[in-house]
């Protein structure tokens, strides 16, 4: 079975530090890597995503890095803000149709 | 505004008893899913829709059932055989255009049966 395996469960971070959040996969077809985040009681909303053929993408403070080698991607929030906790889901894509494996999901706090 | 609508936000039901969460978009994409969500767990994939009038099972399909007769819309059943239904069900939307593969998601539906 396709899996993508997300780590850590959960994850508290002072303000103004670095959240990170790693996920690894195994299935060599898949083709899109999205980073989704989910607030409590909402929907998961897309936060940032990447194609494997590209090392890392920026967006503000978030920036996913991938390693097509090692089957790993990950998710560093720069600079975390309360605002940020939520929980946050990794995803993997195969190759046919817009399916999408979910990781677990880490719970991030950020203590003010 | 366009968007995902699922209804009701809260739904309680007794054991045994049949129920069917509704799901409905105005984004025009083809392709629908129903996720459910358990603590821990991630997101699991129950049934997905290409386009209208097809769908295919996902991960975890026993006990639910679906339909797509509109392009807009995705009801979800949850029979009285799915042993342990009580959990938050996400539906998602994602347009069937090449290179374009986010998936939008709606607010959920909190399922309770006791």
């Known amino acids: 079975q396709q899996q993508v395996k997300q780590s850590p469960q959960s994850l508290i971070v002072q303000k103004g530090g670095i959240s990170i959040i790693n996920c690894a996969y195994e299935n060599t077809a898949f083709d899109y890597f999205p980073w989704y985040q989910q607030f409590p009681g909402k929907g998961p909303a897309l936060l940032i995503a990447i194609r494997p053929d590209v090392s890392e993408k920026k967006e503000g403070r978030f920036t996913i890095s991938f390693n097509k080698s090692a089957k790993q991607f990950s998710l560093h929030i720069m600079d975390s803000q309360p605002g940020d906790s939520a929980t946050y889901f990794c995803?993997?894509?195969?190759?046919?149709?817009?399916?999408?494996?979910f990781g677990a999901g880490t719970i991030l706090r950020v203590k003010s | 505004d366009g968007g995902i609508t699922q209804s009701p936000k809260y739904l309680f039901r007794k054991e045994g008893q049949n129920v069917t969460l509704s799901c409905e978009q105005n984004l025009n994409h083809d392709a629908m899913y129903w996720y459910r969500q358990d603590p821990g767990q991630g997101l699991r994939l129950i049934y997905y829709s290409q386009i209208v009038n097809d769908f295919q099972k996902g991960d975890i399909a026993e006990g639910y059932s679906v339909s797509r007769e509109k392009k807009e819309s995705f009801p979800l059943t949850v029979t009285s055989a799915q042993k342990n239904p009580t959990a938050f069900y996400l539906c998602?939307?994602?347009?069937?255009?090449?290179?374009?593969?986010?998936?939008?998601f709606g607010p959920g539906t909190r399922l309770t049966v006791t």
């Open positions: 995803a993997a894509k195969g190759e046919y149709g817009n399916k999408l494996v």
């Open positions: 998602a939307s994602s347009a069937r255009v090449l290179g374009t593969y986010e998936q939008y």
